[in-house]
């Protein structure tokens, strides 16, 4: 478990990061809808993972190059935007939770389960 000093760099990485993807002029990353989800940051704030959802994704290879291309650039606007011992090197990943859980829920709605007949008991 992360300690709370940690977790506020989490927040304040991923506030940070969270506007500054909408500022990249890449068309490989402007594909679809891209959020960040979650950020773990290691203790030594050497290492940074970034958990990135993308609704309406057409390629997830392209997608990873841009982001990879567009790495340098946002770590130099982190270091920017937050004072830190570290600027953190930022490792990207895919997280298909949410489209996964969409998934799911079509399932779910697709089932042809009837509703239990009344057997006419009143509680």
């Not at 959020?35 to 057409?58: F, N, P």
């Not at 982001?67 to 004072?83: D, H, T, V």
């Not at 969409?102 to 008991?121: Q, R």
Request: net charge negative; proline share 2%.
């Amino acid at each position: 478990m992360a300690s709370n000093k940690i977790q506020r760099i989490n927040e304040d990485i991923q506030r940070v990061l969270s506007d500054r993807l909408r500022e990249i002029k890449d068309p490989r990353v402007r594909q679809g809808m891209a959020s960040i989800v979650a950020v773990d940051t290691t203790g030594d704030l050497r290492w940074c993972k970034v958990y990135i959802s993308v609704l309406g994704l057409e390629s997830e290879k392209e997608f990873m190059k841009g982001l990879k291309s567009a790495s340098g650039w946002l770590r130099r606007e982190l270091g920017n935007a937050l004072s830190l011992r570290y600027t953190p090197e930022l490792v990207f990943q895919l997280d298909k939770s949410i489209e996964y859980g969409a998934h799911i829920n079509t399932v779910i709605n697709s089932l042809d389960i009837s509703p239990e007949e009344d057997d006419g008991d009143e509680y």
